[in-house]
């Protein structure tokens, strides 16, 4: 069974300023690392994904997640935040599809509320 | 816009009723996700079906079912309902069969039970 752990359930911070929004996660096997973002009243949608290869991963609005194994974690950050990030965040896991049967459901953490304030 | 369709976008009803919510996938997509969002359990798999068959199940209650039809649209089938169905309902899609599976989700059905 695979887990999600996001340690923030909210995170405050000002315009300009650095955000990290972490998460941890549990698996027994190999996963795709996922981060997902909500604005208010709408879907989720995909704002990066670790599947293999460089650990360190880019969004195209800045945002930056690096996959570390030994600690199991998958911390979003961004160096300088803008008004238009407040939104909640989620980081889910899925297993890799293999052996051939298995799910590629998402297991999601309980979310960040990142609300970032001028 | 992620290509996946859900109707109807609010929903309110009375306990003990029954619903049906509808998820049409993006263009190509085998795979159906029902998941739910709910302040107290957050988002959680419900029910996953590939090419008209179920393929997983997550926590799901009884009294709710799913179905994908040949045109690969789904319903979620929602009875008895209780205060706590309350929620919002999202469905996702992707692609089965190439690896790595990106889903892509719907907008969402909220769901208020009274």
């Known amino acids: 069974a695979q887990s999600v752990t996001q340690l923030d359930s909210q995170v405050p911070v000002f315009e300009e300023a650095p955000v990290e929004l972490r998460c941890n996660y549990s698996?027994?096997?190999?996963?795709?690392l996922f981060w997902y973002v909500q604005y208010p009243n709408q879907g989720l949608q995909l704002l990066l994904k670790y599947l293999s290869g460089s650990t360190l991963v880019e969004s195209i609005n800045g945002f930056e997640a690096e996959f570390n194994k030994s600690q199991t974690s998958f911390h979003l950050r961004k160096p300088s935040v803008h008004i238009s990030d407040t939104a909640e965040y989620f980081c889910?896991?899925?297993?890799?599809?293999?052996?051939?049967?298995?799910?590629?459901?998402?297991?999601f953490g309980k979310g960040t509320k990142l609300t970032v304030n001028p | 816009d992620s290509g996946v369709t859900q109707t109807p976008k609010h929903l309110i009803t009375a306990t003990g009723q029954r619903v049906t919510l509808r998820c049409s996938p993006r263009?190509?997509?085998?795979?159906v996700y029902w998941y739910q969002q709910s302040l107290d359990q957050g988002l959680q798999f419900l029910i996953q079906?590939?090419?008209?068959?179920?393929?997983a199940k997550g926590n799901i209650l009884e009294r709710f079912s799913a179905q994908q039809f040949p045109d690969l649209h789904s319903e979620l089938n929602l009875s008895s309902l209780e205060l706590g169905d309350s929620a919002l309902y999202f469905c996702a899609s992707s692609v089965k069969g190439q690896l790595p599976n990106e889903q892509f989700f719907g907008p969402g059905t909220r769901l208020t039970v009274l």
């Open positions: 698996s027994s096997v190999s996963v795709y």
């Open positions: 889910a896991v899925s297993d890799t599809g293999l052996p051939q049967g298995g799910s590629e459901k998402l297991v």
């Open positions: 263009s190509g997509d085998l795979s």
């Open positions: 079906y590939y090419n008209g068959e179920e393929r």
